[in-house]
């Protein structure tokens, strides 16, 4: 997961694209040197957290409270609203939870929790 998120934020900051033409991955080491690379999954993750939206990060925030496993439903009384299927998808997507059952969500790793 780690690399794969790693991969994906060298994407987004323009770092890592794929080349329709060439039909190549292609990247700038350059700036990929500069970068600072965290090697710590919790660390990354915290990192990448900090990016989101102040929305996402309360609904991160609201869902921490909740403790380790916890249903959309728990979650949308906690937030008082309805969450979205986009926002647990994002969640999902970014490797800060994971799907253990239909619709009960649990944190990837504790310490990000």
């Given amino acids: 997961m780690f690399i794969l998120r790693f991969m994906l934020s060298l994407n987004e900051s323009d770092k890592l694209w794929f080349n329709m033409s060439s039909r190549m991955w292609m990247y ?9 690379i965290q090697d710590d999954v919790v660390i990354f ?43 647990t998808q994002v969640c999902l997507n970014s490797g800060f939870f994971q799907l253990v059952e239909t619709d009960k969500y649990m944190w990837q790793h504790d310490q990000v929790q």
């Fill in 45 to 87: 993750l915290t990192q990448q957290m900090t990016r989101l939206p102040k929305d996402m990060r309360m609904g991160l925030m609201l869902a921490a409270c909740l403790g380790r496993q916890f249903t959309s439903a728990t979650l949308a009384k906690a937030t008082k609203r309805e969450v979205t299927d986009a926002f």
């Fill in 28 to 36: 700038d080491l350059e700036k990929i040197r500069m970068e600072e």
